[in-house]
């Protein structure tokens, strides 16, 4: 079973930088995607940042030129370090793994999906 735990969450003002870690357990892949999420209260989750197994990176355009994803894939961890922090960056951030592989000789797939319970990121103005 696969164990997600985030951390890194606080408190800043605006203008700040926080980096958020998330630590894989339970198994060691190169994970085909590491994300991040957020969730505003009464809002949707909503995609922050992917990074796939061969190090591509995706970011929403809120954030793009102020937050930056990493992966360490020998740590089994995700990280998000985010600078020039707003207001509105404030929520719940999650850490999202995924990974698809052949499961059995006919070509099946097993998928591994696992979420965090999430870090409370709260920026002041």
């Known amino acids: 079973q696969v164990h997600v735990v985030e951390s890194g969450g606080g408190w800043v003002q605006a203008g700040g930088s926080l980096r958020l870690s998330c630590q894989v357990s339970?198994?060691?892949?190169?994970?085909?995607?590491m994300a991040w999420y957020r969730q505003a209260p009464g809002k949707q989750r909503e995609l922050v940042a992917r990074?796939?197994?061969?190090?591509?990176?995706n970011y929403a355009d809120f954030v793009k030129g102020r937050f930056t994803i990493s992966r360490d894939n020998a740590a089994n961890a995700v990280y998000l370090n985010m600078d020039s922090l707003k207001p509105e960056d404030t929520a719940v951030y999650y850490c999202n793994v995924n990974h698809k592989q052949v499961a059995d000789i006919r070509g099946a797939l097993k998928e591994y999906d696992a979420w965090g319970q999430g870090t409370q990121v709260t920026v002041s103005s």
């Open positions: 339970g198994r060691t892949f190169n994970w085909n995607v």
């Open positions: 990074i796939t197994s061969s190090r591509m990176r």
